[in-house]
């Protein structure tokens, strides 16, 4: 058992950076081990309604073209109140077989694997440049990845920003090179209250948000049939934009006319299209519904969409050197699209190739209980230093 690899997963388990808390902890935790090891590393502060948030960036090597960024996120998905718990989700604890705790495949053992790897690795033997990028608030949008990537190049100083990127999420070491995107939004529907005895003096806005469904639903019927022969192979499933009712809120009591429902939509549109070409046509569809209830034939409510919140989908080249490593390494021999968003669409825009493969398991992320398997736990740090010394030269020290 190797004893660093496991106190550095403790502690990552233990801190709570479910994503609507600070990762100030955590972060500060993991940049005192990387410095301790030889790596700058540079922060980036943000405050997020009142909550410090803080990505980090860990570089070493020489000031050379061509190096790789290691990427992964620090935050998790919510436990409290998950039902199906019988552990502390916050304790990492290992059987024969599985290691437990919150974050353990989503993806904390990964980053800790990061550390552990950065402890054995000779860093004056680097030849081109390795960064760990260490992201806040994947799991609420990629939102910390948006905002560490225009700052990268500052952050990385003389080094010459990476034009590849490992991002280590949970596929059981299957390699994606792609993923969808996610676009999220609301529509709210306003009528106009009253009693409902009167309801020709009111518009019931929960009867016109029925309108709004069958609209988007009939639309969402129209976009499975769009399915495009350029994924099929990518998207097995579903090589179309999927399209979800995410929730439904209105109405105050039986007796009144509902004044407001508002519906949450998400869709998840391909890559290489136009990620809001779906938004636009369903704000005009919706325009164009008779906003009148089927109760009062003389006033309309209004109904509005949300500004979009998106996901950029991603489409990264194939064969490049590090699919060629990472094929090598894991054996494996084909790359497909990953059924799930992550921080690598953020990577796109900033013009870095990204590759999603990493040691947890996607069944076990989210999940209560959450686990990774224990050779999947043990071997990691190994496979990282692989990949490093192939794709940036670097020795590995002996083992302590
Ligand atoms: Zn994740």
Same mark, same amino acid.
């Given at each position: 058992?190797?004893?660093?690899?496991?106190?550095?997963?403790?502690?990552?388990?233990?801190?709570?950076?479910?994503?609507?808390?600070?990762?100030?902890?955590?972060?500060?935790?993991?940049?005192?081990?990387?410095?301790d090891?030889?790596?700058?590393?540079?922060?980036?502060?943000s405050?997020?309604?009142?909550?410090?948030?803080?990505?980090?960036?860990?570089?070493?090597?020489?000031?050379?073209?061509?190096?790789l960024?290691?990427?992964?996120h620090?935050?998790?998905?919510?436990?409290?109140g998950?039902?199906?718990?019988?552990?502390?989700?916050l304790?990492l604890?290992?059987?024969?077989?599985?290691?437990?705790?919150?974050?353990?495949?989503?993806?904390?053992?990964?980053?800790?694997?990061?550390?552990?790897?950065?402890a054995?690795?000779?860093?004056?033997?680097?030849?081109?440049?390795?960064?760990?990028?260490?992201?806040?608030?994947?799991?609420?949008?990629?939102?910390g990845?948006?905002?560490?990537?225009?700052?990268?190049?500052?952050?990385?100083?003389?080094?010459?920003?990476?034009?590849?990127?490992?991002?280590?999420?949970?596929?059981?070491?299957?390699?994606?090179?792609?993923?969808?995107?996610?676009?999220?939004?609301?529509?709210?529907?306003?009528?106009?209250?009253?009693?409902?005895?009167?309801?020709?003096?009111?518009?019931?806005?929960?009867?016109?948000?029925?309108?709004?469904?069958?609209?988007?639903?009939?639309?969402q019927?129209?976009?499975?049939?769009?399915?495009?022969?350029?994924?099929?192979?990518?998207?097995?499933?579903?090589?179309?934009?999927?399209?979800?009712?995410?929730?439904?809120?209105?109405?105050?009591?039986?007796?009144?006319?509902?004044?407001?429902?508002?519906?949450?939509?998400?869709?998840?549109?391909?890559?290489q299209?136009?990620?809001?070409?779906?938004?636009?046509? $369903?704000?005009?569809? @919706?325009? !164009? =519904?008779?906003? +009148?209830?089927?109760?009062?034939?003389?006033?309309? /409510? %209004?109904?509005?969409?949300?500004?979009?919140?998106?996901?950029?989908?991603?489409?990264?080249?194939?064969?490049?050197? $590090?699919?060629?490593? @990472?094929? !090598? =390494?894991?054996? +494996?021999?084909?790359?497909?699209?990953?059924?799930? /968003? %992550?921080?690598?669409?953020?990577?796109?825009?900033?013009?870095?190739?990204s590759?999603?493969?990493?040691?947890?398991? $996607?069944?076990q992320?989210?999940?209560p209980?959450?686990?990774?398997?224990r050779?999947?736990?043990?071997?990691?740090?190994?496979?990282?230093?692989?990949?490093?010394?192939?794709?940036?030269?670097?020795?590995?020290?002996?083992?302590?």
């Amino acid at each position: 058992m190797n004893s660093y690899l496991h106190e550095v997963a403790g502690r990552l388990v233990s801190f709570d950076t479910v994503s609507s808390k600070s990762n100030a902890e955590a972060m500060a935790y993991l940049s005192a081990q990387l410095n301790d090891h030889g790596f700058r590393v540079s922060l980036q502060r943000s405050e997020i309604a009142g909550v410090p948030k803080i990505n980090l960036s860990a570089c070493a090597g020489p000031a050379e073209p061509g190096g790789l960024i290691i990427s992964g996120h620090v935050d998790t998905v919510p436990f409290t109140g998950q039902p199906g718990w019988t552990r502390d989700p916050l304790r990492l604890e290992i059987d024969d077989s599985r290691v437990y705790g919150r974050g353990t495949s989503d993806m904390k053992v990964f980053l800790a694997q990061c550390v552990d790897a950065a402890a054995r690795l000779e860093v004056a033997t680097l030849k081109r440049p390795l960064v760990f990028l260490f992201t806040a608030d994947e799991e609420i949008g990629c939102l910390g990845a948006e905002r560490v990537l225009p700052a990268l190049p500052e952050l990385l100083g003389a080094i010459p920003q990476p034009r590849l990127a490992w991002i280590g999420e949970p596929t059981s070491y299957q390699v994606f090179h792609a993923h969808k995107g996610v676009v999220l939004f609301t529509i709210t529907v306003r009528g106009l209250g009253g009693h409902s005895s009167v309801p020709e003096q009111g518009v019931n806005a929960i009867a016109v948000a029925g309108k709004v469904i069958e609209t988007v639903g009939r639309y969402q019927a129209e976009l499975r049939s769009q399915h495009s022969a350029a994924f099929a192979e990518l998207f097995p499933e579903s090589s179309y934009a999927t399209l979800n009712f995410g929730g439904i809120r209105g109405g105050t009591a039986a007796n009144m006319i509902a004044e407001e429902c508002t519906v949450q939509v998400s869709y998840r549109p391909l890559p290489q299209a136009d990620p809001l070409e779906a938004y636009r046509e $369903l704000a005009r569809r @919706l325009q !164009a =519904i008779d906003a +009148r209830d089927y109760g009062s034939p003389h006033h309309r /409510a %209004t109904i509005e969409l949300s500004d979009p919140f998106v996901v950029p989908p991603l489409l990264s080249p194939r064969e490049t050197p $590090l699919e060629g490593v @990472l094929f !090598a =390494i894991l054996q +494996r021999h084909t790359s497909g699209g990953a059924p799930f /968003a %992550t921080d690598g669409g953020q990577f796109a825009r900033a013009g870095i190739a990204s590759l999603i493969c990493g040691p947890g398991d $996607l069944e076990q992320a989210h999940q209560p209980d959450e686990s990774i398997r224990r050779e999947a736990f043990e071997n990691g740090t190994e496979v990282i230093l692989s990949v490093v010394n192939r794709m940036c030269g670097a020795g590995t020290l002996e083992k302590k």
